[in-house]
């Protein structure tokens, strides 16, 4: 699977928009990318994911650049609940496939 | 809709002792897998099993072994603990459909002193 990188941390204003970005210069055209967050003391949660189109559900959006090396995560209205570490993963879809690999992921931090 | 449990929550082991966690798919999930995470690092895959065998592994030694039962539930076991294996242990199910997102529990905490 394709690395990610992700800054290791950011903050953003109670009910303002926060933007995750995360680069994966060396993704191949059939890894999908993945974002999950973790808040303290629970299992990562499931947030987007997409292949190249920009998606959107009702926790966020997430925007692929055309060349697919980067992408963002975007919270549109981030609350106090959303402090935690979000990762980005990329994950080739091959068979019953359940490996995901994280990095560090990046640590958001919002302030009310 | 029943998410993923693990139980038990904590633990404490003793170094060379044997240790099992125990996971419950969410319903409709015949997928599950193992992940170890050490106290802040991301998850690292252990390994998952689908139609009750092993079929994907990482970077772990084969004291670290699993089951899968009929009901899709799962254990890890992990013998001849060592300081290194203390960590929070991640159970996720999915269903096995390639873009199926996977769903974890809240883990157990294991400490081996």
């Known amino acids: 699977d394709a690395k990610t990188t992700q800054p290791p941390s950011m903050d953003c204003a109670e009910g303002r928009a926060a933007n995750l970005p995360c680069n994966h210069s060396t993704i191949s055209g059939n890894e999908y990318v993945y974002w999950y967050r973790q808040i303290h003391s629970q299992g990562p949660q499931y947030i987007i994911h997409?292949?190249?189109n920009n998606e959107t559900n009702e926790m966020a959006s997430l925007i692929i650049t055309e060349d697919r090396k980067s992408s963002t995560l975007i919270l549109p209205h981030a609350t106090l609940r959303d402090t935690a570490v979000y990762y980005c993963?990329?994950?080739?879809?091959?068979?019953?496939?359940?490996?995901?690999?994280f990095g560090k992921g990046i640590t958001l931090s919002v302030r009310p | 809709e029943t998410g993923v449990t693990q139980s038990p929550t904590h633990l404490i082991k003793t170094r060379g002792q044997q240790v099992t966690l125990r996971c419950s798919s969410q319903?409709?999930?015949?997928?599950v897998s193992w992940y170890q995470q050490a106290l802040g690092q991301g998850p690292q895959f252990i390994f998952q099993?689908?139609?009750?065998?092993?079929?994907g592994r990482g970077n772990f030694p084969p004291r670290f072994s699993g089951l899968q039962f009929p009901n899709y539930s799962s254990e890890l076991n992990v013998n001849a603990l060592e300081l290194d294996d203390s960590a929070l242990y991640l159970c996720?199910?999915?269903?096995?459909?390639?873009?199926?997102?996977?769903?974890f529990g809240n883990g157990t905490r294991l400490t081996v002193t």
């Open positions: 099993y689908y139609r009750e065998e092993e079929n």
């Open positions: 997409g292949l190249k």
């Open positions: 996720a199910s999915s269903a096995a459909i390639n873009l199926s997102p996977l769903h």
């Open positions: 993963i990329v994950r080739v879809l091959t068979g019953a496939n359940s490996k995901l690999t």
């Open positions: 319903s409709g999930h015949n997928t």
